[in-house]
Protein backbone atom coordinates (compact mmCIF):
# COMPACT_ATOMS: atom_id res chain seq x y z
CA UNK A 1 0.00 0.00 0.00
CA UNK A 2 1.26 3.30 -0.94
CA UNK A 3 -0.06 5.30 1.39
CA UNK A 4 1.79 8.44 3.31
CA UNK A 5 0.02 8.20 6.88
CA UNK A 6 1.31 10.85 8.42
CA UNK A 7 1.15 13.40 6.05
CA UNK A 8 -2.51 12.45 5.08
CA UNK A 9 -3.67 13.44 8.83
CA UNK A 10 -2.21 16.52 8.66
CA UNK A 11 -3.80 18.01 5.47
CA UNK A 12 -7.01 16.45 4.06
CA UNK A 13 -9.88 17.92 4.68
CA UNK A 14 -11.92 15.75 7.10
CA UNK A 15 -14.63 14.12 4.67
CA UNK A 16 -12.26 12.76 2.72
CA UNK A 17 -9.69 11.51 5.30
CA UNK A 18 -12.76 9.67 6.72
CA UNK A 19 -13.26 8.06 3.12
CA UNK A 20 -9.57 7.29 3.17
CA UNK A 21 -9.54 6.21 6.38
CA UNK A 22 -12.23 3.28 5.43
CA UNK A 23 -10.51 2.86 1.91
CA UNK A 24 -7.71 1.88 3.78
CA UNK A 25 -8.83 -0.04 6.52
CA UNK A 26 -10.23 -2.22 3.90
CA UNK A 27 -7.63 -2.63 1.51
CA UNK A 28 -6.04 -3.76 5.26
CA UNK A 29 -8.48 -6.00 5.86
CA UNK A 30 -8.33 -7.72 2.63
CA UNK A 31 -4.44 -7.95 2.13
CA UNK A 32 -4.05 -9.44 5.33
CA UNK A 33 -6.50 -12.10 4.93
CA UNK A 34 -5.55 -13.05 1.75
CA UNK A 35 -2.13 -13.30 2.88
CA UNK A 36 -3.16 -15.44 6.16
CA UNK A 37 -5.25 -17.56 4.28
CA UNK A 38 -2.71 -17.92 1.15
CA UNK A 39 0.39 -17.42 2.28
CA UNK A 40 0.90 -17.38 6.28
CA UNK A 41 4.96 -17.07 6.20
CA UNK A 42 4.69 -13.56 4.68
CA UNK A 43 2.19 -12.29 7.47
CA UNK A 44 4.81 -11.40 9.79
CA UNK A 45 6.45 -8.89 7.20
CA UNK A 46 3.54 -6.95 8.42
CA UNK A 47 4.19 -6.84 12.07
CA UNK A 48 8.38 -5.03 13.69
CA UNK A 49 9.69 -5.34 16.54
CA UNK A 50 7.33 -3.33 18.65
CA UNK A 51 4.62 -5.05 17.44
CA UNK A 52 1.86 -7.35 20.16
CA UNK A 53 -0.59 -9.67 19.55
CA UNK A 54 -2.93 -11.43 21.83
CA UNK A 55 -4.48 -14.63 20.41
CA UNK A 56 -7.39 -16.02 22.74
CA UNK A 57 -5.68 -14.08 25.83
CA UNK A 58 -2.04 -15.08 25.32
CA UNK A 59 0.00 -12.26 24.84
CA UNK A 60 3.20 -12.47 21.88
CA UNK A 61 5.42 -9.33 21.81
CA UNK A 62 7.60 -8.36 18.45
CA UNK A 63 7.16 -9.50 14.81
CA UNK A 64 9.81 -13.00 15.35
CA UNK A 65 7.52 -14.19 18.62
CA UNK A 66 4.31 -13.91 16.35
CA UNK A 67 5.98 -15.44 13.41
CA UNK A 68 6.02 -18.54 15.60
CA UNK A 69 2.65 -18.67 16.76
CA UNK A 70 1.18 -17.75 13.35
CA UNK A 71 3.41 -21.12 12.23
CA UNK A 72 2.32 -23.27 15.11
CA UNK A 73 -1.39 -22.56 15.05
CA UNK A 74 -2.70 -25.70 15.11
CA UNK A 75 -4.33 -25.95 11.32
CA UNK A 76 -2.68 -25.35 8.07
CA UNK A 77 -5.58 -24.18 5.59
CA UNK A 78 -7.90 -21.64 6.98
CA UNK A 79 -10.11 -19.08 4.73
CA UNK A 80 -11.19 -16.28 6.85
CA UNK A 81 -14.96 -14.10 5.86
CA UNK A 82 -15.06 -10.42 6.71
CA UNK A 83 -18.23 -9.37 7.86
CA UNK A 84 -17.81 -5.88 9.19
CA UNK A 85 -14.93 -3.41 9.33
CA UNK A 86 -15.39 -0.34 11.56
CA UNK A 87 -11.98 2.09 11.71
CA UNK A 88 -11.35 5.08 13.15
CA UNK A 89 -7.94 7.50 13.82
CA UNK A 90 -6.17 6.11 16.58
CA UNK A 91 -4.59 9.50 18.05
CA UNK A 92 -1.18 8.08 17.33
CA UNK A 93 0.13 10.24 14.64
CA UNK A 94 -1.44 8.55 11.16
CA UNK A 95 -2.74 5.59 13.44
CA UNK A 96 -5.71 3.62 12.19
CA UNK A 97 -7.95 1.23 14.64
CA UNK A 98 -9.37 -1.18 12.47
CA UNK A 99 -12.46 -3.50 14.41
CA UNK A 100 -13.30 -6.50 11.84
CA UNK A 101 -15.60 -9.34 12.82
CA UNK A 102 -16.37 -12.12 10.67
CA UNK A 103 -16.01 -16.03 10.57
CA UNK A 104 -13.22 -18.47 10.21
CA UNK A 105 -13.31 -21.36 8.09
CA UNK A 106 -11.49 -24.79 8.68
CA UNK A 107 -10.86 -27.81 6.72
CA UNK A 108 -13.23 -30.67 7.42
CA UNK A 109 -14.84 -28.44 9.99
CA UNK A 110 -18.74 -28.33 9.23
CA UNK A 111 -19.81 -24.97 11.21
CA UNK A 112 -17.38 -21.53 10.93
CA UNK A 113 -15.68 -20.11 13.98
CA UNK A 114 -16.90 -16.75 14.56
CA UNK A 115 -14.22 -14.01 14.96
CA UNK A 116 -13.67 -10.73 16.74
CA UNK A 117 -10.08 -8.94 15.61
CA UNK A 118 -8.68 -5.19 16.37
CA UNK A 119 -5.36 -3.81 14.73
CA UNK A 120 -3.50 -0.86 15.12
CA UNK A 121 -2.08 0.22 12.25
CA UNK A 122 1.00 3.03 12.13
CA UNK A 123 2.34 4.46 9.60
CA UNK A 124 5.84 3.55 8.43
CA UNK A 125 8.37 6.21 6.94
CA UNK A 126 8.54 4.57 4.10
CA UNK A 127 4.88 5.50 3.64
CA UNK A 128 3.28 2.21 4.41
CA UNK A 129 1.54 0.79 7.60
CA UNK A 130 2.49 -1.84 10.47
CA UNK A 131 0.50 -3.41 12.56
CA UNK A 132 1.39 -2.39 16.06
CA UNK A 133 -1.48 -4.11 18.04
CA UNK A 134 -3.26 -7.49 17.10
CA UNK A 135 -5.79 -8.56 19.18
CA UNK A 136 -7.78 -11.54 18.18
CA UNK A 137 -10.98 -13.28 20.10
CA UNK A 138 -13.18 -15.78 18.91
CA UNK A 139 -16.80 -15.34 19.51
CA UNK A 140 -18.54 -18.32 21.09
CA UNK A 141 -22.46 -18.53 20.76
CA UNK B 1 1.20 0.13 37.75
CA UNK B 2 -0.03 -2.73 35.92
CA UNK B 3 -1.72 -1.92 32.57
CA UNK B 4 -4.08 -5.38 32.63
CA UNK B 5 -4.95 -3.77 36.29
CA UNK B 6 -5.45 -0.41 34.80
CA UNK B 7 -7.33 -1.61 32.27
CA UNK B 8 -9.92 -3.90 34.21
CA UNK B 9 -10.67 -0.98 36.28
CA UNK B 10 -11.39 1.10 33.57
CA UNK B 11 -13.73 -1.95 32.20
CA UNK B 12 -15.53 -2.27 35.74
CA UNK B 13 -15.91 1.46 36.26
CA UNK B 14 -17.12 2.03 32.38
CA UNK B 15 -20.11 -0.89 32.54
CA UNK B 16 -21.15 -0.06 35.93
CA UNK B 17 -21.81 3.66 35.18
CA UNK B 18 -23.30 2.34 31.51
CA UNK B 19 -26.01 0.08 33.34
CA UNK B 20 -26.99 2.66 36.38
CA UNK B 21 -26.90 5.96 34.31
CA UNK B 22 -25.64 6.49 31.29
CA UNK B 23 -25.65 10.12 31.01
CA UNK B 24 -22.50 9.82 33.41
CA UNK B 25 -20.41 8.44 30.51
CA UNK B 26 -19.83 11.83 29.91
CA UNK B 27 -16.96 12.44 31.60
CA UNK B 28 -15.05 9.90 29.89
CA UNK B 29 -14.83 11.21 26.59
CA UNK B 30 -13.52 14.43 25.15
CA UNK B 31 -13.87 16.57 21.87
CA UNK B 32 -11.70 14.15 19.57
CA UNK B 33 -13.10 11.21 21.07
CA UNK B 34 -14.60 8.98 18.55
CA UNK B 35 -17.50 6.43 18.78
CA UNK B 36 -18.37 3.97 16.47
CA UNK B 37 -22.20 1.89 18.08
CA UNK B 38 -23.22 -0.41 15.22
CA UNK B 39 -21.26 1.17 12.11
CA UNK B 40 -22.92 4.59 13.27
CA UNK B 41 -19.94 6.86 14.08
CA UNK B 42 -20.17 9.45 16.96
CA UNK B 43 -17.58 12.51 17.60
CA UNK B 44 -17.49 14.22 21.00
CA UNK B 45 -18.94 14.00 24.44
CA UNK B 46 -22.36 15.24 23.54
CA UNK B 47 -22.97 13.62 20.58
CA UNK B 48 -21.81 10.19 22.09
CA UNK B 49 -23.93 10.47 24.57
CA UNK B 50 -26.64 11.41 22.96
CA UNK B 51 -26.34 7.89 20.94
CA UNK B 52 -26.48 6.12 23.94
CA UNK B 53 -28.58 7.55 26.39
CA UNK B 54 -30.88 7.64 23.27
CA UNK B 55 -30.62 3.56 22.89
CA UNK B 56 -33.98 2.14 22.74
CA UNK B 57 -33.66 0.48 26.31
CA UNK B 58 -33.86 1.89 29.67
CA UNK B 59 -32.70 -0.98 31.88
CA UNK B 60 -29.54 -3.14 30.89
CA UNK B 61 -26.75 -5.28 32.54
CA UNK B 62 -23.28 -5.30 30.54
CA UNK B 63 -21.75 -9.26 31.73
CA UNK B 64 -17.68 -9.11 30.75
CA UNK B 65 -16.22 -12.40 29.66
CA UNK B 66 -13.02 -11.45 28.51
CA UNK B 67 -10.54 -8.53 28.54
CA UNK B 68 -7.58 -8.19 26.61
CA UNK B 69 -5.07 -5.00 26.92
CA UNK B 70 -1.99 -3.73 25.00
CA UNK B 71 0.24 -0.26 24.96
CA UNK B 72 -1.12 1.57 21.98
CA UNK B 73 2.80 3.40 21.75
CA UNK B 74 4.94 5.81 23.03
CA UNK B 75 2.38 8.18 24.85
CA UNK B 76 0.83 5.79 27.27
CA UNK B 77 -2.00 4.89 25.83
CA UNK B 78 -3.62 1.73 26.03
CA UNK B 79 -6.00 -0.72 23.73
CA UNK B 80 -8.40 -2.72 25.74
CA UNK B 81 -10.51 -5.01 23.84
CA UNK B 82 -14.21 -6.47 25.37
CA UNK B 83 -16.65 -9.26 24.76
CA UNK B 84 -18.93 -10.33 26.86
CA UNK B 85 -22.69 -9.73 27.02
CA UNK B 86 -25.97 -8.00 27.28
CA UNK B 87 -28.98 -8.69 29.03
CA UNK B 88 -31.57 -5.95 28.54
CA UNK B 89 -34.73 -5.89 30.66
CA UNK B 90 -37.42 -8.06 29.53
CA UNK B 91 -35.65 -9.72 27.14
CA UNK B 92 -34.75 -13.45 27.54
CA UNK B 93 -31.69 -14.08 25.63
CA UNK B 94 -28.42 -12.19 26.19
CA UNK B 95 -26.91 -10.49 23.40
CA UNK B 96 -23.25 -11.07 22.99
CA UNK B 97 -21.09 -8.09 21.79
CA UNK B 98 -17.63 -7.12 21.60
CA UNK B 99 -15.98 -3.39 22.44
CA UNK B 100 -12.91 -1.93 21.80
CA UNK B 101 -11.50 1.29 23.59
CA UNK B 102 -8.36 3.21 23.44
CA UNK B 103 -7.52 4.90 26.70
CA UNK B 104 -5.43 8.21 26.41
CA UNK B 105 -3.69 9.69 29.57
CA UNK B 106 -5.44 13.05 30.66
CA UNK B 107 -2.70 15.72 32.66
CA UNK B 108 -4.52 15.09 35.78
CA UNK B 109 -3.56 10.95 35.91
CA UNK B 110 -6.36 9.19 34.57
CA UNK B 111 -7.95 8.36 31.24
CA UNK B 112 -10.10 9.24 28.63
CA UNK B 113 -11.53 6.95 25.73
CA UNK B 114 -10.76 8.26 22.83
CA UNK B 115 -11.65 5.52 20.36
CA UNK B 116 -14.92 3.36 20.95
CA UNK B 117 -15.85 1.41 18.61
CA UNK B 118 -19.24 -1.62 19.66
CA UNK B 119 -20.80 -4.43 17.98
CA UNK B 120 -23.06 -7.32 18.74
CA UNK B 121 -21.92 -10.86 18.02
CA UNK B 122 -24.90 -12.24 16.09
CA UNK B 123 -24.17 -16.19 16.32
Partial sequence: ?141 | MDPDIVAKAFVEHYYNTFDASRANLVTLYQETSMMTFEGQKHQGPASIVAKLTGLPFQQCKHAISTVDCQPSGPAGGMIVFVSGMLQLAGEEHHLRFSQLFHLIPTPQGSFFVQNDIFRLNYG
Avoid at chain 1, 3 to 24: F, I, K, N
Avoid at chain 1, 98 to 113: K, R, Y
Fill in chain 1, 1 to 141: MDLEGDEMARTMPADSMEQHLDEVAKAFVDHYYNMFDSSRPNLPALYDSSSAMSFEGQKIEGAHNISLKLANLPFHECKHYVSTIDCQSSGVPGGIIVFVSGSLQLPGEEHHLRFSQMFHLVPTPEGSFYVHNDIFRLNYG
